[in-house]
């Protein structure tokens, strides 16, 4: 079954797991919500603020210019997360804490740092710059300290994955014990592995890609506010971090092993995945959220990581825009009821907004076995006999999937042993279903495994749906997302009616809030629920609005929402 895709893909077959013929080749469930973030912004930087960029056009064309530089400086992550009392920690490590350690004390670090301001006889700069670095932490729970990651405070701070390579928890010899250059100590670490990185910030930035890619104006607002953000916004945080790494592995150090080859290419370059080819204006109003939010008035932190939420807003409901679109389905999005009477002693529209949850997670499986059905019916349009199919579907099987090739004898024998339980004839239909029942049984697990729960991981993350843990997870707006959604509509000081305002939320994203939209969608007639429920809903949500700051009300009773200071 042919598919266009959008991004760097091959044209050799390749196998993927069923999740990513659907939503894109690498969202996996192992990501942490602010890798995603960390992520998107490394292949930004590494594509030197550009959106656009990496994407295939032909078969011909040169790797070099897909490709995007990675940040591999260790030496920063050892000064900032090394701890004697990290259990797992090598001999190579402490040499090299050492090291660094030393450099930093004897070179002027307090000048380059506002934060820095005494020298008095208890005063350790080291520590003080430590302590200031790791308030940063983004990522942590987990971990292991080569894992770790730090907030996006500054372009400095962004690094690429490392990880020990195997079989590298050997002593230091002796004649290692003094390595001539301080780059050396990082030989033991792999920085190509696709471990936790490189999952779903690069399909957010195909997403991005595809939204702006008609409107370069628009792709341009986008990058040259987050290059701002990244490199002018908090100078003091890059000089450190600048300063630090300079003094652990000097640029003319590192020429030696810049050229250094691995199977993709040099090490310090990456390459991005694929998304189905996008054809709707999805992506393009993803984009111009995007743009509001970022252009609000609010500190870089602050918008960073409510860029963070809006990201895995989006994420989640482009999965659901995904799911409809694969099921054949003609709305954008589904309607999703928002509960905001956590305090009520009433549960029904609770239980109502947990039941559309529900209906969701199905949904999604639902695109999964629809998208099986079709693959199927592609493979096998007529009839020819019953061997040569068999032999056709593991084929197919094994040029697509990720199923193991000693495994592929034994799943040959289990089909022949499920048609042999199917009385003749075996009409075409019959095979059909045989054969799709046989790609569930084999590509369902994993998928249930690594990718049925990001939605929901995206989702809790950013405030969209909760509890955090039990049941039943329903739909809401908790404040972090409702701030971030009124700057991701507004822009920078602008207002508008609080009634408009649901409307938008319902036109654009499919949430229901009050009355109107209740009715407008149907889910007043189908939950039959009262509409003082819908009443309250909606009151509750203003009240929300007016404690942030973001909402007032006249005199005449009218409420406008506000997208910051006006």
């Given at each position: 079954?042919?598919m266009?895709?959008?991004?760097?893909?091959?044209s050799?077959?390749?196998?993927?797991?069923?999740?990513?013929?659907?939503?894109?080749?690498?969202?996996?469930?192992?990501?942490?919500?602010?890798?995603?973030?960390?992520?998107?912004?490394?292949?930004?930087?590494?594509?030197?603020?550009e959106l656009?960029?990496?994407?295939?056009?032909?078969?011909q064309?040169?790797?070099?210019?897909?490709?995007?530089?990675?940040?591999?400086?260790?030496?920063?992550?050892?000064?900032?997360?090394?701890?004697e009392?990290e259990?797992?920690?090598?001999?190579?490590?402490?040499?090299?804490?050492?090291r660094?350690?030393?450099?930093?004390r004897?070179?002027e670090?307090?000048?380059?740092?506002?934060v820095?301001t005494?020298?008095?006889?208890g005063?350790?700069p080291?520590?003080?710059?430590?302590?200031?670095?790791?308030?940063?932490?983004?990522?942590?729970?987990?971990r292991?300290?080569?894992?770790?990651?730090?907030?996006?405070?500054?372009?400095r701070?962004?690094?690429w994955?490392?990880?020990?390579?195997?079989?590298?928890?050997?002593?230091?010899?002796?004649d290692?014990a003094?390595?001539?250059g301080?780059h050396?100590?990082?030989?033991?670490i792999?920085?190509?592995?696709?471990?936790?990185?490189?999952?779903?910030?690069?399909?957010?930035?195909l997403m991005?890609?595809?939204g702006?890619?008609?409107?370069?104006?628009l792709?341009?607002?986008?990058?040259?506010?987050l290059?701002?953000?990244?490199?002018?916004?908090q100078?003091?945080?890059?000089q450190l971090?600048?300063?630090?790494d300079?003094?652990?592995?000097?640029?003319?150090?590192n020429?030696?092993?810049?050229?250094?080859?691995?199977?993709?290419?040099?090490k310090?370059?990456?390459?991005?995945?694929?998304?189905?080819?996008?054809?709707?204006?999805?992506?393009?109003?993803?984009?111009?959220?995007?743009?509001?939010?970022?252009?609000?008035?609010?500190?870089?932190?602050?918008?960073?990581?409510?860029f963070s939420?809006?990201?895995?807003?989006q994420?989640?409901?482009?999965?659901?825009?995904?799911?409809?679109?694969?099921?054949?389905?003609?709305?954008?999005?589904?309607?999703?009821l928002?509960?905001?009477?956590?305090n009520?002693?009433?549960s029904?529209?609770r239980?109502?907004s947990?039941?559309q949850?529900?209906?969701?997670?199905?949904?999604?499986?639902?695109?999964?076995?629809?998208?099986?059905?079709e693959e199927?019916?592609?493979?096998f349009?007529?009839?020819t006999?019953?061997?040569?199919?068999?032999?056709?579907?593991?084929?197919h099987l094994?040029?697509?999937?990720?199923?193991?090739?000693?495994?592929?004898?034994?799943?040959?024998e289990a089909?022949?042993?499920?048609?042999?339980?199917?009385?003749?004839?075996?009409?075409?239909?019959v095979?059909?279903?045989?054969?799709?029942?046989?790609?569930?049984?084999?590509?369902?697990n994993?998928?249930?495994?690594?990718?049925?729960?990001?939605h929901?991981?995206?989702?809790?993350?950013?405030g969209?749906?909760?509890?955090?843990?039990?049941?039943?997870?329903?739909?809401v707006?908790?404040?972090?997302?409702?701030?971030?959604?009124?700057?991701?509509n507004?822009?920078?000081?602008?207002?508008?009616?609080?009634?408009?305002?649901?409307?938008?939320?319902?036109?654009?994203?499919?949430?229901?809030?009050?009355?109107?939209?209740a009715?407008?969608?149907?889910?007043?007639?189908?939950?039959?629920?009262n509409?003082?429920?819908?009443?309250?809903?909606?009151?509750?949500?203003?009240?929300?609005?007016?404690?942030?700051?973001?909402?007032?009300?006249?005199?005449?009773?009218?409420?406008?929402v506000?997208?910051g200071?006006?």
């Amino acid at each position: 079954m042919s598919m266009q895709r959008y991004g760097n893909y091959d044209s050799k077959m390749k196998q993927y797991p069923v999740s990513a013929y659907i939503w894109g080749h690498r969202f996996r469930i192992g990501q942490d919500p602010m890798e995603y973030l960390l992520e998107f912004l490394n292949v930004l930087y590494g594509f030197d603020y550009e959106l656009g960029r990496g994407i295939r056009e032909n078969e011909q064309q040169d790797r070099k210019t897909l490709g995007f530089k990675k940040a591999t400086r260790l030496g920063l992550r050892r000064f900032v997360f090394y701890s004697e009392a990290e259990k797992s920690r090598h001999a190579r490590d402490d040499h090299a804490l050492q090291r660094l350690l030393g450099k930093l004390r004897s070179s002027e670090l307090v000048k380059l740092n506002p934060v820095v301001t005494e020298r008095d006889a208890g005063f350790d700069p080291v520590e003080s710059a430590k302590s200031l670095l790791k308030s940063f932490t983004a990522v942590e729970s987990n971990r292991s300290w080569f894992a770790r990651a730090l907030f996006p405070a500054h372009e400095r701070l962004l690094f690429w994955e490392a990880l020990r390579k195997k079989g590298n928890s050997k002593p230091l010899r002796d004649d290692e014990a003094d390595l001539s250059g301080d780059h050396e100590l990082d030989h033991g670490i792999e920085f190509t592995a696709a471990n936790f990185f490189v999952r779903g910030g690069q399909l957010y930035y195909l997403m991005l890609s595809a939204g702006t890619r008609q409107d370069p104006q628009l792709a341009c607002s986008i990058t040259s506010r987050l290059k701002h953000l990244m490199k002018d916004s908090q100078p003091s945080i890059g000089q450190l971090a600048e300063f630090i790494d300079r003094l652990w592995q000097p640029e003319t150090d590192n020429q030696d092993w810049e050229d250094e080859e691995n199977e993709e290419g040099s090490k310090h370059t990456g390459y991005l995945g694929w998304i189905p080819e996008p054809r709707t204006e999805f992506f393009f109003q993803m984009a111009k959220d995007v743009n509001k939010l970022l252009h609000a008035d609010l500190d870089a932190t602050e918008l960073l990581t409510l860029f963070s939420y809006l990201m895995a807003f989006q994420i989640t409901q482009y999965i659901y825009h995904r799911s409809l679109v694969q099921s054949g389905k003609t709305e954008d999005l589904p309607k999703l009821l928002i509960d905001l009477l956590e305090n009520s002693r009433d549960s029904s529209l609770r239980r109502a907004s947990a039941v559309q949850f529900r209906e969701q997670e199905s949904q999604i499986r639902v695109a999964v076995q629809r998208y099986l059905q079709e693959e199927v019916l592609a493979l096998f349009p007529g009839g020819t006999s019953l061997t040569d199919n068999i032999a056709v579907f593991m084929d197919h099987l094994e040029d697509h999937y990720p199923v193991p090739k000693k495994e592929l004898s034994k799943h040959h024998e289990a089909l022949m042993v499920r048609f042999a339980s199917v009385p003749a004839p075996h009409s075409m239909e019959v095979q059909r279903e045989i054969f799709q029942e046989k790609l569930e049984d084999l590509l369902m697990n994993d998928f249930n495994k690594n990718f049925e729960g990001i939605h929901r991981k995206l989702a809790k993350y950013c405030g969209f749906v909760a509890p955090l843990v039990g049941s039943p997870q329903r739909y809401v707006l908790q404040n972090n997302l409702l701030k971030t959604l009124v700057y991701a509509n507004l822009g920078p000081g602008k207002g508008m009616e609080f009634t408009d305002f649901l409307e938008k939320l319902y036109q654009k994203y499919g949430l229901v809030v009050g009355l109107r939209q209740a009715r407008d969608s149907g889910l007043f007639e189908r939950h039959r629920l009262n509409a003082e429920y819908y009443e309250q809903n909606q009151n509750v949500l203003l009240e929300k609005l007016k404690n942030a700051g973001l909402a007032f009300e006249y005199s005449d009773a009218t409420a406008m929402v506000q997208g910051g200071q006006p």
